[in-house]
Each structure stands twice: as C-alpha cells, then as structure tokens.
C-alpha cells in the first residue's frame, strides 16, 4: 500500500492559480496511473485529470482543459496538478488516487482507483 499525502490548497481570488502535490512514501511509484478528483459538498467525485507514472502521459477532464496541468517528478514520488484561472465553482477538497492498473480510460473513474490521499481544500472567492 503506498501512502499519498496532498497539499497546497487554500484561498484564492478568481483567476488566481495554486499548485497541488501529492507525495507518495511507502511504495515507489512506477507503473501507476496517479488521479486527481475534486469533491464539492453534497456531491460526488469528479474526475480532474490523470497522469502515467511511467510514460508521464497526461489526461484532462474537458472542464478543466487549457487551464490545469499535471506533472511528475520521479525522484520526489511526487505528483502536482497546476490550477490556473481559478473560478468560484472550483472550490472543493482535491484528492489524489493511485491506479495501481496502470494507464487506461478507466483512470477517469474514482472507484477504480486503489489508494487515497486525505485530500486538501480548495477555495476560490468571487
């Protein structure tokens, strides 16, 4: 089982950006699929975009796309999802998942995924 641990959230203006990582200890990653999900009070797990341990091949949820990016740094075990021209309607706890199936269109999907950070909390004013 490997441990995964988020931060960098906060309060931000509109249009504003932050940075998301998501340490992994336990484990080294290698042919993981790594996922970040939002969570918004009152509803489910949305898919925001995914990335390939080993290829770094990276996917993105439409609503996000031209606006997020996701990175690894092998050497840290680390994962970070860039926010930028953040909205109001982004505000919600970010987690991050480890797919230990690897990469495939089943990444989009929270259930599939195996392990689980204790997420960290993004808010955007108006």
């Known amino acids: 089982q490997v441990q995964l641990v988020e931060s960098g959230g906060g309060l931000v203006q509109a249009g504003g950006s932050l940075r998301l990582s998501c340490a992994a200890s336990g484990r080294t990653l290698s042919t993981q699929a790594m996922g970040w999900f939002r969570q918004a009070p009152g509803q489910e797990h949305e898919f925001v975009g995914g990335?390939?341990?080993?290829?770094?091949?990276?996917y993105y949820a439409d609503s996000m796309k031209g606006r997020i990016a996701i990175s690894r740094d092998r050497r840290k075990n680390t994962v970070y999802l860039q926010m930028n021209n953040l909205r109001p309607e982004d505000t919600a706890a970010y987690y991050c998942?480890?797919?230990?199936?690897?990469?495939?269109?089943?990444?989009?999907?929270?259930?599939?995924?195996?392990?689980w950070g204790q997420g960290t909390q993004v808010a955007v004013s108006s």
């Open positions: 998942g480890e797919d230990r199936r690897g990469w495939g269109p089943h990444n989009t999907s929270a259930d599939e995924y195996d392990d």
């Open positions: 990335i390939s341990w080993s290829s770094g091949n990276t």
